[in-house]
């Protein structure tokens, strides 16, 4: 069964405090990984796609990495602005998916100052 | 307008009303989706659609019924509701297609089953 597991599932930081949030998936055959950000309230902000394994992509404090069986999301010297929901979500590359994104529950960060 | 918009962003209804949700997407992309997120699980996928014909259907009850008139348009018609369909519900699009498909949300309407 294909499946997208989060870790932690809440994570608290001072600002500053670099670390990483890890996203484990099992799928038959990967099309692509995406990290999406969540804020209360409003809809996902799509972040990042990953294709294949040794993939990495940066967007401001933010790198995300990928290899066969997980990616981790880095955030380097978080600020409070940061915090939000980290949602995970793959695309199965098998026929009639197309759309068919399988999500994990997200790890809620908090940067405090 | 930009991206993906929808209305109305909040909603309350009785178990016996009838109401629409309202999606409409300004980027040009060619399949539209319904996800329902409630409080610590994941996303659901509720419907898709691509170029105008539903293609995927994930299992919904009847009282959810979608309607997608052109590629820029989707609504979710919500009829004799339970309290457990309270929920955000988001609207995403993709260009459709591609090899890897990006999705992008809406804000997302927040309902609530009295």
């Known amino acids: 069964e294909d499946q997208v597991t989060q870790s932690p599932e809440a994570l608290r930081l001072q600002e500053g405090e670099s670390s990483s949030l890890n996203c484990s998936y099992t799928v038959s055959g990967l099309r692509g990984l995406f990290w999406y950000r969540q804020d209360p309230g409003k809809g996902p902000e799509f972040l990042f796609t990953l294709h294949s394994a040794g993939e990495e992509k940066e967007k401001e404090r933010l790198k995300a990495t990928l290899t066969k069986k997980e990616s981790f999301l880095h955030i380097t010297a978080p600020k409070p602005e940061d915090s939000a929901t980290y949602l995970c979500?793959?695309?199965?590359?098998?026929?009639?998916?197309?759309?068919?994104?399988?999500f994990g529950k997200g790890t809620k960060l908090s940067v405090k100052p | 307008e930009t991206g993906v918009t929808q209305t109305p962003r909040h909603l309350v209804m009785g178990m016996t009303n009838k109401k629409s949700l309202k999606c409409e997407q300004h980027?040009?992309?060619?399949?539209m989706y319904w996800y329902k997120q409630s409080a610590k699980k994941p996303l659901e996928l509720m419907f898709v659609?691509?170029?105008?014909?539903?293609?995927e259907n994930n299992s919904v009850p009847s009282r959810f019924s979608p309607e997608c008139p052109n590629s820029s348009h989707l609504f979710l018609h919500l009829h004799t509701l339970q309290p457990e369909d309270s929920a955000l519900y988001l609207c995403?699009?993709?260009?459709?297609?591609?090899?890897?498909?990006?999705?992008?949300f809406g804000p997302g309407t927040r309902l609530t089953v009295l």
């Open positions: 979500a793959v695309q199965p590359n098998y026929g009639g998916s197309q759309g068919n994104l399988i």
């Open positions: 659609y691509s170029l105008e014909e539903r293609v």
């Open positions: 980027l040009g992309h060619n399949a």
């Open positions: 995403a699009s993709s260009q459709g297609g591609a090899a890897t498909d990006t999705q992008y």
